[in-house]
């Protein structure tokens, strides 16, 4: 089983669609992070949860709404979506600190 | 603001051939810098971390150096293989910001039988 897990794969929306993204790790981490990956653009830091706290907000939109009920598990609910909000958007987990990020395989999103 | 730039954007060599990618950022306050591997409509996959204390790292056939004060990385990879065919992405962790990784926008290899 990978370290990472993330599902859908792939996600299809409408703009009104409420849907929700989900990251689990099996790595004993004690922080998880979401990333956005948009076409030709770098990637880019969403939020930042460490024990279950979130830590940082990267001034992202409130239609995107993270949750994280434990350590393992992290939640991206989507509401009222933009078709410029198509993107990669990866789950990454790190034991915290400064170490190395695991990464998940992503969740490819398209809003029509 | 914190910029990193990877230089080429892409690269295509024959295989066995030694290759270096760049890696440079403005801001030289960072904790470490990471090197990772994406394969196409696939996640990341660390290779390297160089704390900003060190100068290098090594893993196998691969070769990372650090030069905080001029703000340049280098990833070396020897005698490549068609397997190396992949996006290498570059990214500094801001000293004081935990998890944030700065990215550049990678360079695309890829290595021809």
């Known amino acids: 089983e990978t370290g990472v897990t993330q599902t859908p794969r792939h996600l299809v929306m409408g703009m009104t669609n409420k849907k929700s993204l989900k990251c689990e790790q099996h790595l004993g981490h004690n922080a998880m992070y979401w990333y956005k990956q948009s076409a030709k653009k770098p990637l880019e830091l969403m939020f930042v949860y460490n024990f279950k706290e979130q830590t940082e907000n990267n001034s992202v939109p409130s239609r995107f709404s993270p949750e994280c009920p434990n350590s393992s598990h992290l939640f991206l609910h989507l509401h009222t979506l933009q078709p410029e909000d198509s993107a990669l958007y990866l789950c990454?987990?790190?034991?915290?600190?400064?170490?190395?990020?695991?990464f998940g395989s992503g969740t490819q999103l398209s809003v029509l | 603001k914190q910029e990193v730039t990877q230089i080429p954007a892409a690269l295509s060599v024959p295989e066995g051939e030694n290759l270096v990618l760049n890696c440079s950022f403005t801001d030289s306050a960072i904790y470490n810098l990471q090197w990772f591997r994406q394969d196409p409509g696939k996640g990341l996959t660390s290779l390297l971390l160089?704390?900003?204390?060190?100068r290098e790292q090594t893993s196998g056939r691969l070769n990372a150096s650090l030069d905080k004060s001029s703000g340049r990385s280098t990833l070396y990879i020897a005698a490549s293989q068609p397997g190396d065919s992949a996006t290498y992405l570059c990214?500094?962790?801001?000293?004081?910001?935990?998890?944030?990784?700065?990215f550049g926008k990678g360079t695309k290899l890829s290595v021809k039988p």
């Open positions: 160089i704390q900003s204390s060190q």
């Open positions: 990454a987990s790190s034991p915290g600190g400064y170490e190395k990020l695991f």
């Open positions: 990214a500094v962790n801001l000293s004081g910001s935990q998890g944030n990784l700065i």
